[in-house]
Nanobody
Framework: QVQLVESGGGLVQPGGSLRLSCSAS????????MNWYRQAPGKEREMVAR????????NYADSVKGRFTISRDNAKNTVYLQMNSLKPEDTATYYC?????????WGSGTLVTVSS
């Protein structure tokens, strides 16, 4: 079955960087776009970044443009989110997501806390 496993979250100071990873299995990874979402306490889940099947197409939420970079390695079945210049408002649980075989699939999330 489809599995998405996020890693790389943690506590970081404002202005710092983190790199999230999402390891995928159970489907043909290169056949689908991949997404990163986040959900802050008390807020709705929002899309952060999206990458096309081969990485040539990338889209970002306005709030992270210029600071976050999404990438993928189809040979490793992994999608990444490089987060730079982190702000306290980036604090959230970050989720890997894809829509495959008519089902929306989610990982269990990794917590990112930006605080001094």
């Amino acid at each position: 079955q489809v599995q998405l496993v996020e890693s790389g979250g943690g506590l970081v100071q404002p202005g710092g960087s983190l790199r999230l990873s999402c390891s995928a299995s159970g489907f043909t990874f290169s056949s689908v776009p991949m997404n990163w979402y986040r959900q802050a306490p008390g807020k709705e889940r929002e899309m952060v970044a999206r990458i096309g099947r081969f990485g040539s197409s990338r889209n970002y939420a306005d709030s992270v443009k210029g600071r976050f970079t999404i990438s993928r390695d189809n040979a490793k079945n992994t999608v990444y989110l490089q987060m730079n210049s982190l702000k306290p408002e980036d604090t959230a649980t970050y989720y890997c997501n894809t829509y495959y075989n008519t089902i929306n699939h989610w990982g269990s999330g990794t917590l990112v806390t930006v605080s001094s």
